[in-house]
């Protein structure tokens, strides 16, 4: 049997794994119409009934977790529909519009007890750090790194759904990020994520997939290591 590779560098999903959300769930649904009134406010619009009920059904067509898919969508595609049905002009509203909304979300954002500490570490050991996240409605790369800067300046590599334009489980992100972490051999690379999709897709493209299991579920997922903190993952570094 052959030994396993050293590890040379650790990638992670962002949210939920290394970031929480406060009492954001996973699906904003429950969350839109109060995130579309501030963007109507933005552009200088009255958030009437039928206003924010178009804008609810366009961005339910685009909820993954309502209609998963593996193809990514823009801001613009998503946010464009809302401001078309709204009898708005995109090009004079579309940033405003995306600042408007993500910020609603983003606004109880910050790092778990244990990820600076782990991140920390992982840096002392010389360890390339990067991030492969899927982003809600096509959100843009620099609206992201909003939530990445909570991460203390730790981060070598972010690669969004967007950038790539397929989401996990798909695959085709992961290669992404080793060319960005400078690894060549996938079987070198650990990879965190806290849901079924981001062990699937790692499995997929070949890294060491690693489960975070913070509430202690027991989940199964194919992971090929379980962890219920970050702090664990030295343990697994260590075992390469």
């Not at 949210?15 to 904003?28: K, Q, R």
């Not at 913070?214 to 664990?232: A, V």
Request: proline letters at 5%; charged letters at 25%.
């Amino acid at each position: 049997m052959m030994p396993a590779a050293r590890v040379v560098a650790v990638g992670f999903d962002l949210g939920e794994t290394l970031l929480g959300y406060g009492d954001v769930p996973l699906s904003w649904q429950s969350h839109y119409r109060a995130a579309l009134e501030r963007v109507a406010d933005v552009c200088g619009l009255q958030a009437s009934d039928a206003r924010l009920d178009a804008g609810e059904r366009i961005l339910t067509r685009f909820n993954t977790r309502v209609h998963p898919r593996t193809t990514e969508t823009t801001s613009s595609e998503v946010f464009g529909a809302i401001l078309n049905a709204w009898q708005l002009p995109v090009s004079e509203h579309l940033l405003s519009a995306e600042e408007a909304y993500f910020a609603f979300f983003q606004r109880s954002c910050s790092p778990y007890a244990d990820t600076i500490a782990t991140l920390r570490q992982l840096r002392e050991r010389r360890l390339p750090i990067g991030i492969l996240t899927d982003v809600p409605y096509g959100m843009p790369t620099r609206l992201v790194e909003r939530d990445v800067a909570h991460l203390d300046g730790l981060i070598d590599a972010l690669v969004t759904s967007v950038d790539v334009g397929y989401r996990k489980p798909a695959p085709q992100g992961y290669p992404t990020l080793l060319e960005r972490l400078s690894v060549e051999d996938p079987d070198r690379c650990l990879f965190v994520g806290n849901e079924l999709k981001d062990i699937e897709g790692a499995n997929e493209a070949g890294l060491v997939s690693v489960l975070i299991d913070r509430g202690r579920s027991g989940m199964s997922c194919g992971q090929q290591y379980s962890i219920e903190s970050l702090t664990e993952l030295s343990e697994i570094i260590d075992r390469h």
